[in-house]
């Protein structure tokens, strides 16, 4: 199987986004009328030639590509008179349906008629050419079977094996005829006094572009790696990056440049004949997938000085690494130079086998090095990481890459040498393209990055945003059909998908296609940035300029996103075409289930419209819901989240604020009230506990003294006499702080005041003194021998004393 060049890998990407810019209404209503005498001679013949089933590949691709042709053009006819068509049903539909009777005015039945005969006849052309594009459908499916079939047939036939010495012989003959035969045609338009007259005519013009383009090759490389050295200074930065980027990129041109001068200084000898053609265009194609491998391996396995580092890995591993994807691109461009020998001079199964063993033994080896690579980089990023933290997911995703390259590269040594030719080859060097492509689209993602960086200011965290993360999916989507291209899907079956893609499905009476998908999703991109921008001028260029309060400004910026969100929708399924009225009957039908299922949800969000219209909380209040204190950070239209002082995050529904009991500390302004509970022992002067009590709350800069502070002596408690400081603060939030100064300053006051602070006092009484005479006598008897015994009441005294 011949590899696809990246030169049309990169011409089919383009023709992909080409045809994704094709207005999907193309075709119009005025196209010609399908000539259907020549389409039923060419289904005929098809379906003989499907039967039969004798045709070649060749021959079959392009009978495919015949049909996909008429089935366009039936396409299009369907859609002929559409408006018309229209017209004249609304005109129907206007009459009203004929009366059960049959009775009905002359004028009108007549008319009925007339609207009836005509919208047959206008419908008649459509019929036909749908009856006809279903046997276009047909025909076609049945060529993709077919082809399908035959090429799981050659992917799976076994062949002669490169392990059998008697066909090395073969192998090496074939390929040295071809470069003796090569040398032999170069040789004869030498002898050949015209071509040898052209080229000694010729000869100052091959030599000037053999020397600039052998300078471009290998010296204009250096001189622009060189250019960059000097101006980029600062790699790390996005515009650094982006410098490199396009200095690199000129390298590319440079050394692209080199190598097809070097193609047309030999075309310019006059010396090149049939055979030397398709080999030069060989030669161009593997010669452009070596500098394209090189230019990747310097972003790819980035030297330690450089910014476009990407790996976890040492500085040895990053050269093998380098070194491992120039080896693979060297592989490659071999195979375009062998499988252009192999086509012109028809080179047998056992001489092909032969002769490209070598290169998959090669490439199959870089391979399994580059996938254990990737493997080293997962493992090392995750090492890097926290015992705590996850692995990345790209990181997790190159680690399952680089085992999946392994299996390939392995696989496909194992399949050729068993045999099977197409399926070592394919897995190969289909694996080596896709890995290229896989590295652009990741270079393409990176300066999308680093360019969404430089928008916003040079914020580093915009790397990671929503934007460049969307800008990969979107790269990915546009370069899948070029990964089908690489794996063998024919561009006929790629542009049958896309039409079917075109064409949609339909849901009720709404047809959904591609393009109203892609229309849905930027009118809705673009309604979702311009609400966003909104947004942002509103909140930190018009309302800082007004005299609504922080939580107005929030209520109202939410609103204006939510508000914009809904418009963004709606326009995006207006310009998308989607009929909302097919889907009456099912928002119906969810409206019940909303009802009964989901009524708790539907409760938080009016509440969560209720707060952001009413504001009895805003984010910044200090709220106590069901016993919990915290600061509001923020409202959504289903759920409040508060931070509580231990700074952590209670998520509250909305309908708990509505219908519950909220205190709100800080609502309106921050004033709010203080109270220090004090005791002191009986026998203090309260006059002068007050006076203290005063002086304190006073003297605290965080106390208004509008209303001034009071003392309250509250009553006699069981242990003190219990008074209160009552003080209004400037600011609520900082009652715990005020509460602690005005305890030091109690107990500094005191001290000096001589005012004691009483400890708890309790009296104890023994309910059955009774339990305890065993061991008061044991303990009298001990003790009466060395003192004299006490009188009933002195020992009734003592035990009192002891009890206390």
């Not at 590295?439 to 929503?466: D, F, H, N, Y």
């Not at 690489?486 to 849901?507: K, L, M, P, Q, Y």
């Amino acid at each position: 199987m011949r590899p696809q060049g990246l030169i049309k890998s990169l011409v089919a990407l383009w023709l992909t986004v080409m045809m994704l810019a094709v207005p999907l209404n193309a075709q119009t209503s005025t196209a010609a009328k399908p000539d259907y005498e020549a389409w039923q001679t060419l289904a005929s013949r098809i379906e003989g030639a499907v039967e039969a089933g004798r045709a070649s590949d060749v021959v079959l691709e392009n009978l495919r590509t015949d049909l996909v042709g008429w089935r366009t053009e039936f396409l299009s006819a369907k859609d002929a008179n559409v408006r018309t068509i229209s017209a004249v049903q609304a005109q129907v539909s206007a009459l009203g349906p004929a009366p059960e009777t049959g009775i009905e005015p002359e004028e009108i039945a007549n008319q009925r008629v007339t609207l009836t005969a005509r919208l047959a006849a206008l419908e008649a052309p459509g019929k036909r050419a749908e009856v006809a594009q279903s046997r276009a459908d047909a025909l076609i499916g049945e060529i993709d079977r077919i082809l399908a079939q035959r090429q799981a047939n050659a992917f799976l036939e076994r062949g002669p094996s490169p392990l059998n010495p008697t066909l090395w012989a073969r192998g090496w003959t074939a390929l040295k005829s071809s470069l003796v035969n090569t040398r032999g045609e170069v040789v004869t338009s030498w002898n050949n006094p015209s071509q040898r007259e052209a080229f000694i005519q010729n000869l100052p013009t091959f030599l000037t572009l053999v020397s600039v383009s052998i300078v471009f090759l290998l010296m204009g490389w250096r001189w622009v790696r060189a250019l960059s050295e000097r101006f980029v200074r600062h790699r790390n930065t996005a515009k650094g990056w982006l410098t490199a980027f396009v200095l690199s990129v000129v390298q590319l041109c440079v050394a692209t440049l080199g190598l097809y001068g070097l193609a047309f200084a030999v075309y310019s000898s006059d010396l090149v004949g049939l055979r030397l053609d398709p080999l030069i265009e060989a030669v161009i194609e593997g010669g452009f997938f070596v500098i394209i491998s090189v230019w990747l391996s310097a972003f790819v396995f980035a030297r330690a000085d450089r910014s476009f580092h990407s790996f976890s890995l040492s500085e040895a591993q990053n050269t093998r690494g380098r070194q491992t994807v120039i080896g693979l691109g060297v592989v490659f461009g071999l195979s375009f130079i062998l499988d252009a020998f192999a086509r012109y001079d028809t080179w047998s199964a056992s001489a092909k086998v032969v002769t490209v063993f070598p290169l998959i033994l090669i490439g199959g080896y870089l391979l399994w090095q580059l996938g254990r690579l990737l493997r080293q980089h997962s493992q090392a990023a995750s090492a890097a990481l926290e015992e705590e933290a996850a692995p990345r997911y790209v990181d997790r995703m190159y680690g399952l890459l680089g085992r999946v390259i392994m299996v390939f590269g392995l696989g496909g040594i194992g399949l050729l040498a068993a045999g099977y030719f197409e399926a070592g080859t394919t897995a190969v060097f289909q694996t080596i393209e896709t890995l290229v492509l896989i590295a652009v689209l990741i270079l393409a993602q990176r300066v999308v990055a680093e360019l969404w960086v430089v928008l916003r200011g040079g914020a580093e965290e915009a790397r990671e945003g929503l934007v460049p993360t969307l800008s990969g999916f979107a790269l990915i989507l546009l370069a899948l059909p070029q990964f089908l291209r690489i794996w063998g899907t024919s561009d006929a079956r790629i542009s049958a998908f896309w039409s079917r893609a075109r064409e949609g499905f339909t849901v009720g009476e709404t047809t959904i296609t591609a393009g109203a998908f892609l229309t849905f999703a930027v009118v809705f991109v673009i309604g979702y940035i311009i609400t966003r921008l909104l947004q942002g001028a509103l909140k930190n260029t018009v309302l800082p300029k007004t005299q609504m309060d922080q939580g107005g400004q929030n209520a109202l910026v939410s609103g204006v996103g939510y508000i914009g969100i809904f418009l963004a929708a709606l326009g995006a399924i207006t310009g998308a075409g989607i009929d909302l009225s097919s889907l009456a009957i099912v928002a119906g039908a969810l409206s019940v289930g909303i009802g009964f299922g989901l009524q708790n949800i539907v409760s938080n969000f009016v509440s969560g419209i209720i707060l952001l219209i009413e504001r009895p909380i805003s984010e910044g209040d200090w709220i106590e819901v069901g016993g919990t204190h915290g600061t509001v950070r923020d409202i959504s239209v289903r759920s409040t989240r508060i931070e509580t002082f231990d700074r952590s995050d209670v998520i509250l529904p909305n309908a708990d604020l509505i219908s519950g009991k909220v205190t709100n500390y800080t609502r309106g302004n921050t004033v709010g009230r203080v109270i220090v509970p004090v005791g002191v022992a009986y026998g203090n002067d309260t006059r002068k506990i007050e006076r203290i009590l005063s002086e304190i709350a006073e003297a605290h800069p965080m106390v208004l003294l509008n209303p001034k502070p009071t003392i309250v002596f509250q009553g006699f408690g069981a242990d003190s006499l219990d008074f209160e400081i009552r003080a209004i603060l400037r600011d609520v939030n900082f009652v715990m702080s005020v509460r602690s100064d005005m305890n030091h300053e109690i107990a500094k006051r005191f001290q000096e005041e001589g005012v004691e602070i009483p400890f708890n006092q309790r009296d104890i009484w023994i309910r059955n003194p009774e339990a305890l005479l065993p061991a008061a006598q044991t303990e009298a008897k001990s003790k009466a021998k060395r003192a004299k015994p006490l009188t009933s009441a002195a020992i009734s005294d003592k035990k009192e004393r002891e009890g206390k």
